[in-house]
C-alpha cells in the first residue's frame, strides 16, 4: 500500500480535525527526518498512522488490546496511551507495516520509552511540535528540535510529567524511565 492511499484511508476514518493534526505530524517528522537523516518514508507512515486509533472508543481499545494480547498494565493508566499500541497493531495488520521500527515509533509515541529509536525519537517529538500545537514550552521545544533532537525529546517528557503531576494523573513508567535516561545521557556529554 502507498502512502496516498493510505492517507485516503486513515482521512475516511478520524474526524477532521483528528486528520488534519495527523498530516501535520507526517509533516513535521518528514522535516526531522530529513534534518536528522531517517528514513522520510518511515517517518512520514509512521505519522501517517500514529493516531489511527485514537478515536475508538474505550470499550473498542479494550477490545483491540485485548485482540492483539497487549500488556493489560497499559488499563490501570489514562485511556489516552491506549491508542499508540493498538494503532501499532493495526499498523501491522491493516497496512502490512513490517517495519519495528515504524511500528514502535506508533507504539510509544504517546509514553515514549528508554532507548528510543531516532525515528521513535523523531515521531514523539513531531506530535509534540506539529504546527497546530499551541501550548505553553512548545516553542522551546521547536527551537530545540532543530539543533538537537534528543535535548527535544527530553524536554517534551520533562513538561508532559510536570503537566501530569499538577493534575494528580498518575505518570506511565515508561515516560519517567525515558526521561531519566534521556537526562542521564545528556548530562554526560
Known amino acids: 500500500m502507498n502512502v496516498d492511499e493510505m492517507r485516503a484511508i486513515v482521512k475516511e476514518k478520524l ?8 498530516v501535520r505530524v507526517a509533516e513535521t517528522a518528514v522535516q526531522l527526518a530529513k534534518q536528522y537523516g531517517e528514513s522520510i518514508e518511515k517517518a512520514e507512515v509512521a505519522g501517517l498512522l500514529h493516531d489511527y486509533a485514537k478515536c475508538d472508543s474505550k470499550d473498542q481499545l479494550k477490545r483491540q488490546m485485548e485482540q492483539y494480547d497487549l500488556p493489560m498494565i497499559l488499563l490501570d493508566y489514562h485511556k489516552e496511551l491506549w491508542h499508540g499500541p493498538v494503532g501499532a497493531m493495526i499498523a501491522k495488520e491493516k497496512f502490512d507495516i513490517s517495519d519495528d521500527d515504524a511500528i514502535n515509533a506508533i507504539y510509544y509515541h504517546t509514553t515514549g520509552r528508554e532507548k528510543m529509536s ?10 509534540y511540535i506539529e504546527p497546530g500545537r499551541k501550548y505553553p514550552g512548545v516553542e522551546e521545544v521547536r527551537d530545540v528540535a532543530r539543533v538537537d533532537l534528543e535535548k527535544a525529546a527530553q524536554i517534551v517528557l520533562k513538561n508532559t510529567i510536570i503537566h501530569l503531576a499538577n493534575r494528580g494523573a498518575t505518570i506511565f513508567p515508561d ?15
Do not use: M, Q, S, W
Not at 474526524?15 to 495527523?22: V, Y
Not at 531516532?118 to 506530535?127: G, R, S
Open 15 to 22: 474526524p477532521a480535525g483528528r486528520f488534519e493534526h495527523t
Open 118 to 127: 531516532k525515528l521513535e525519537l523523531i515521531l514523539f517529538v513531531a506530535d
Open 175 to 189: 515516560t519517567i524511565l525515558a526521561y531519566n535516561e534521556l537526562t542521564k545521557k545528556i548530562d554526560l556529554r
